[in-house]
């Protein structure tokens, strides 16, 4: 068994180099293709999206898709920095689903701006200080997000991109149990998402 575990770190060992030389070879390309465009654009959201779906498609496990999907987003990511920085603006504070959606879609290695509201996110794309903006503009229970809206029709501002986010939500307490939960504080449109389940399970509070 020791001596399988060892043959088996070392195959490891190799193809991880031959993957950091693989990805440094993508980086160079990319790198090349960037001076090649000269002004042109830095983020093609379609060329990506094309990447993503050739690379899903030829997948055949044992990682899932999402995990590929999220391990090549990341590569593109560090690549794309080479040619430039992408500057990106989303809705804050930190840890709200808009960054999250900046880091599912432009990967880790795009900082965002946080703005303290949607109108601001137009404001900074519009006034050319950010190349891009991240906002809400619908969720499958509460439908559309009237500001966003607004601001497409009111701004010269265009969609180049979509990013489909699972919401999670979680009831923190320090209550012992659920039942003895009497208030619960949140934000609208999170109380709107879960009022049901809270029906359901807290209808006490």
Same mark, same amino acid.
């Given at each position: 068994?020791? /001596? ?5 770190? =070392?195959?490891?060992?190799? $193809? ?10 993508? %980086? ?5 293709? !960037? ?16 990447? $993503? ?5 030829? #997948? ?13 987003? &990341?590569?593109? +990511?560090?690549?794309?920095?080479? &040619? /430039?920085?992408? +500057?990106? *603006? ?10 999250? %959606?900046?880091?599912?879609?432009? !990967? ?6 946080? @703005? ?14 950010? !190349? ?5 503009? &619908?969720? +499958? ?18 969609? @180049?991109? &979509? ?6 939500? =979680? ?7 659920? %039942? *003895? ?12 998402? @879960? +009022?049901?389940? $809270? #029906? ?6």
């Amino acid at each position: 068994m020791a /001596d399988e575990l060892k043959q088996l770190r =070392n195959r490891i060992d190799t $193809l991880d180099q031959e993957i950091l030389k693989l990805v440094s070879e993508r %980086a160079a390309a990319a790198h090349a293709i !960037g001076k090649l465009k000269g002004d042109g654009p830095v983020y093609r959201p379609e060329r990506e999206a094309q990447v $993503l779906r050739q690379i899903t498609g030829r #997948n055949t496990g044992p990682l899932p898709d999402q995990a590929v999907t999220h391990l090549f987003s &990341e590569i593109i +990511s560090a690549c794309r920095a080479l &040619e /430039d920085a992408l +500057s990106v *603006a989303c809705l804050g504070p930190k840890g709200t689903f808009s960054e999250e %959606a900046v880091v599912k879609h432009f !990967g880790s290695q795009t900082p965002a701006t946080l @703005c303290g509201s949607i109108d601001e996110v137009f404001r900074a794309v519009e006034a050319g200080s950010v !190349g891009y903006g991240v906002v809400p503009v &619908e969720n +499958s229970t509460e439908g559309a997000v009237g500001r966003t809206l607004d601001n497409l029709l009111s701004t010269p501002l265009r969609i @180049c991109g &979509e990013v489909v986010l699972p919401v999670h939500q =979680n009831l923190l307490s320090r209550a012992a149990t659920i %039942a *003895a939960v009497m208030r619960i504080y949140s934000h609208a449109q999170s109380l709107a998402q @879960c +009022s049901r389940w $809270l #029906n359901q399970n807290c209808p006490r509070a």
